[in-house]
């Protein structure tokens, strides 16, 4: 009866090992399953530092923008109230000119 009982033993430990063996597998699979999610999936990590990356592009390029607007208003605002600054950008952008007036147009020679 003794060497039944240890052999019944053994078989038992040695169940118990496979059993314990294929749980911490099973585990370790899962828990290396989640890390590789979060590292490399769809929501994962690099994914995150890639659309932050975008988010601040993005930010800058809403900063220069609204720089460019602001300087475009000032502009504006400056040509709805200054005569002179309304004669000027015609004269600059349009090539106009006053009542007998002369505009001359130097070109560059190449040699």
Do not use: C, H, P
């Amino acid at each position: 009866m003794a060497q039944t009982e240890r052999a019944l033993w053994r078989q038992v430990r040695a169940e118990r090992k496979k059993r314990d063996f294929v749980f911490w597998t099973l585990i370790l699979l899962t828990l290396l399953y989640i890390a590789m999610t979060m590292v490399f999936g769809d929501m994962g990590y690099l994914k995150f530092r890639k659309l932050r990356g975008r988010s601040l592009s993005i930010k800058t390029q809403i900063a220069r923008v609204r720089q460019e607007n602001g300087r475009m208003r000032a502009s504006l605002e400056e040509f709805k109230q200054n005569d002179y600054y309304k004669e000027k950008q015609a004269r600059e952008d349009y090539g106009l000119s006053k009542q007998d007036e002369y505009i001359f147009l130097f070109q560059n020679r190449k040699k």
